[in-house]
T-cell receptor, first 113, second 113 residues
Framework: GENVEQHPSTLSVQEGDSAVIKCTYSDSASNYFPWYKQELGKRPQLIIDIRSNVGEKKDQRIAVTLNKTAKHFSLHITETQPEDSAVYFC???WGRGSYIPTFGRGTSLIVHP | NAGVTQTPKFQVLKTGQSMTLQCAQD?????MYWYRQDPGMGLRLIYY???????DKGEVPNGYNVSRLNKREFSLRLESAAPSQTSVYFCASSEVQFNTEAFFGQGTRLTVV
């Protein structure tokens, strides 16, 4: 099955700084890469995703980049705010023709005011 | 629109007791999943159901069973609970014809004493 590695496990930044979280995957057939944000005590929710035919996607302060050759993708958050503090998970496809999300271990982002 | 609904939200079991976690989705999704979330381990797949009438093991299936009752409902059963099953459990669903996001339930915090 798919194997997704995520780094770092913890990231501490000052408000206004940028944050970058990186993931690598093993299955070259994977073609969908979502990112989820999980606030304390809440469920994971999608914040941005990218498909394999696109190298970069932006949504306001959030961007995701994908390098299919190297099998890695990254989440970039600019101008971080305290409300960005949460656990972020990357995911990639796994399974025999089905999209079964395999998740990284998560990154705890702490934004200090 | 309720999305994915899980019950119960909290549960305490004694070692050896059994229980069933219920999950229902109203988005007409074909695929449903059960994950467990432990500190530092991310979201690990227990079982999944790619479509109504099918179920398959995920990464950590031991000690669990599932039932896909119909297209809407996917339950997770612990036959004889063990302290190692103390965790937060999430049900999720997604559509598989197209690579799209997974929607999560609110989670069940289970403690086995």
């Amino acid at each position: 099955g798919e194997n997704v590695e995520q780094h770092p496990s913890t990231l501490s930044v000052q408000e206004g700084d940028s944050a970058v979280i990186k993931c690598t995957y093993s299955d070259s057939a994977s073609n969908y890469f979502p990112w989820y944000k999980q606030e304390l005590g809440k469920r994971p929710q999608l914040i941005i995703d990218i498909r394999s035919n696109v190298g970069e996607k932006k949504d306001q302060r959030i961007a995701v980049t994908l390098n299919k050759t190297a099998k890695h993708f990254s989440l970039h958050i600019t101008e971080t705010q305290p409300e960005d503090s949460a656990v972020y998970f990357c995911a990639a496809k796994w399974g025999r023709g089905s999209y079964i999300p395999t998740f990284g271990r998560g990154t705890s982002l702490i934004v200090h005011p | 629109n309720a999305g994915v609904t899980q019950t119960p939200k909290f549960q305490v079991l004694k070692t050896g007791q059994s229980m069933t976690l219920q999950c229902a989705q109203d988005m007409n999704h074909n695929s449903m999943y059960w994950y467990r979330q432990d500190p530092g381990m991310g979201l690990r797949l227990i079982y999944y159901s790619a479509s109504e009438g099918t179920t398959d093991k995920g990464e950590v299936p031991n000690g669990y069973n599932v039932s896909r009752l119909n297209k809407r409902e996917f339950s997770l059963r612990l036959e004889s609970a063990a302290p190692s099953q103390t965790s937060v459990y999430f049900c999720a669903s997604s559509e598989v014809q197209f690579n799209t996001e997974a929607f999560f339930g609110q989670g069940t915090r289970l403690t086995v004493v």
